[in-house]
C-alpha cells in the first residue's frame, strides 16, 4: 500500500540537487564528474572566516546556549542586524537560513492564486515555495546581460500580485544591478503600492566591486524585506542562519506575522546565532581573498567559454554562477544539451529552464567554484563536445 500524498507536494522540485543521481549513475560508470552544478563553496575549499567557528565554540562550550533562543531571534544578533540594516532590532527576525524566512514571507502574504513578480530566471526556491503556499509564479523578464526589463515589470503587475521579488546579485545569472534599473524597480513598486522582497545574500560577494546597491538604501517609505545571511557573504552555508529586515511604512503587520511563524517552530540554533553576532560585528576582511579567487576562476569561465563555438556567456560579476547561452548545436532543448553533455564528458551544470518556465531552453547554469586548473579542464571538455554536437 502507498502512502497517498497532498496534491502540493507536486509543485515541489529542486532540480539543481535532483540532477544529482543522474551523475551519479554516469560516475558509477568510471566516468570524472566535474561538479559545477551547486553553489556550495565549502565543497571547493572556500571556508568561514575563523572568528565566526570561535564564537560558535565558545558558545557551545557556555550552558546557556542550549536552550531554545528567543523564537524571533537572539537579541543581540538582532541588534547588530538592526544597525545594518537601519531599523530598530524588534524589525528583524533570524531564521534558518534565509530560506526559512522566504517560505515564511510567503506563507503570510499570498492566498491561493495571488501572485509575486519574481525575475526570470530565479533562484527555483521562489517558485517551489510559492507554489507550495498556494501562489502563482509571475515573471518579469531581464535583458540579454540579465538585468531586469522593468518595462515588462510593470506590464505584469496585475490586480492579484502581492509583491516584487527582486535578487541582486542574482542567483543563477551572477549579475548585479544599477541604480538606474533598482530605481525604476522602487517607482515602479511605489505606484502599484506592492511591497518588494529584496533577497540581497550575495551583496558583498561582488568580484569588481566592493558590494552591489541595497534597496534599503533607494526604497524611502516603501515597504520592504531585505533578506541576506551567513550562507554567501561569511562562506558558511552549513550554519544555517539567515534574516529579514523589515523596513518602511505599513511594513508592523507582516513583521507580527513572520514573528508568529518564528514562535510556532520555537527557535534557531542559538550557538550558531552567537556566531552570526562576531559575522556581523566584525570586519569582513576575509572577502578581498574571496574576491581575488572568484575573479581569477570567473575570468576563466567568461574568457573560456565565449571562445567556444556555439556558446556565448554575460560576463558575472558577482557570485560564482554563469549563464551560458547554447547558441547553436543540434540539442532539442537545453535539457537535452546538460544530459548529453553529462554522459559525453562528465560536465555537470544544470539546465537553464529550472529557473523559469518562461525562458527558451537556451541556457545553463555552471558554477565556477572548482580551482583554476579543473575549470580549464572543463572548458577544454566542452569544446570538444561542441566541435563534435554543435
Ligand atoms: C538567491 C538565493 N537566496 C537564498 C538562498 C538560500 O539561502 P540560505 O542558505 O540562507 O537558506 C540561496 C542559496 O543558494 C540563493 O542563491
Known amino acids: 500500500m502507498a502512502v497517498v500524498l497532498s496534491d502540493r507536494m507536486a509543485s515541489v522540485s529542486y532540480e539543481i540537487r535532483d540532477i544529482v543521481a543522474r551523475a551519479r549513475k554516469v560516475a558509477a560508470s568510471g566516468k570524472k564528474i566535474h561538479w559545477f552544478n551547486i553553489g556550495d563553496p565549502n565543497q571547493f575549499g572556500f571556508t568561514p572566516p575563523p572568528w565566526i567557528t570561535d564564537a560558535i565554540m565558545a558558545a557551545l562550550k557556555d550552558p546557556k546556549y542550549s536552550a531554545y533562543c528567543p523564537s524571533e531571534g537572539d537579541p543581540e544578533l538582532r541588534a547588530a542586524i538592526g544597525k545594518i540594516e537601519g531599523v530598530p532590532s524588534d524589525y528583524v527576525t533570524i531564521h534558518s537560513g534565509l530560506s526559512e524566512g522566504i517560505d515564511f514571507l510567503f506563507q503570510a502574504l499570498v492566498n491561493p492564486g495571488e501572485n509575486l513578480l519574481l525575475p526570470s ?29 522593468t518595462g515588462d515589470l510593470r506590464k505584469k503587475v496585475n490586480s492579484r500580485t502581492k509583491a516584487i521579488v527582486v535578487i541582486n546579485p542574482n542567483n543563477p545569472t551572477g549579475a548585479t544591478y544599477p541604480r538606474k534599473v533598482l530605481q525604476e524597480i522602487v517607482g515602479i513598486a511605489g505606484e502599484h503600492k506592492l511591497p518588494i522582497i529584496a533577497d540581497e545574500i550575495y551583496d558583498k560577494m561582488t568580484i569588481d566591486e566592493d558590494h552591489s546597491i541595497n534597496l534599503r538604501d533607494l526604497a524611502g517609505e516603501l515597504p520592504l524585506i531585505s533578506g541576506n545571511g551567513l550562507s554567501k557573504n561569511f562562506v558558511y552555508p552549513g550554519s544555517r542562519v539567515g ?13 507580527d506575522a513572520i514573528v508568529k511563524l518564528c514562535n510556532s517552530r520555537l527557535s534557531v540554533n542559538w550557538e550558531m546565532q552567537r556566531g552570526a ?45 554563469s549563464f551560458p547561452k547554447i547558441e547553436s548545436g543540434k540539442f532539442k532543448d537545453d535539457r537535452e544539451f546538460v544530459y548529453s553533455l553529462l554522459e559525453e564528458t562528465g560536465v555537470l551544470v544544470v539546465p537553464g529552464s529550472a529557473f523559469s518556465p518562461v525562458l527558451p531552453g537556451k541556457y545553463f547554469r555552471l558554477v565556477f567554484l572548482a580551482s583554476p586548473e579543473e575549470l580549464q579542464e572543463a572548458i577544454g571538455k566542452i569544446d570538444g563536445f561542441m566541435r563534435k554536437n554543435g
Open 277 to 321: 553576532l562576531a559575522a556581523f560585528t566584525m570586519p569582513m576582511s576575509h572577502l578581498q581573498k574571496v574576491r581575488q579567487e572568484l575573479r581569477e576562476r570567473r575570468d576563466i569561465i567568461y574568457k573560456g567559454l565565449n571562445g567556444i563555438q556555439g556558446i556565448s556567456c554575460a560576463k558575472p560579476t558577482a557570485a560564482f554562477y
Open 243 to 255: 534574516y529579514l529586515a523589515f523596513h518602511g511604512n505599513g511594513i508592523g503587520p507582516l513583521r
Open 121 to 149: 530566471p530565479s533562484y527555483p526556491l521562489y517558485n517551489s515555495k510559492l507554489r507550495v503556499n498556494g501562489g502563482l509564479d509571475n515573471y518579469y523578464q531581464s535583458d540579454a546581460n540579465f538585468i531586469p526589463d
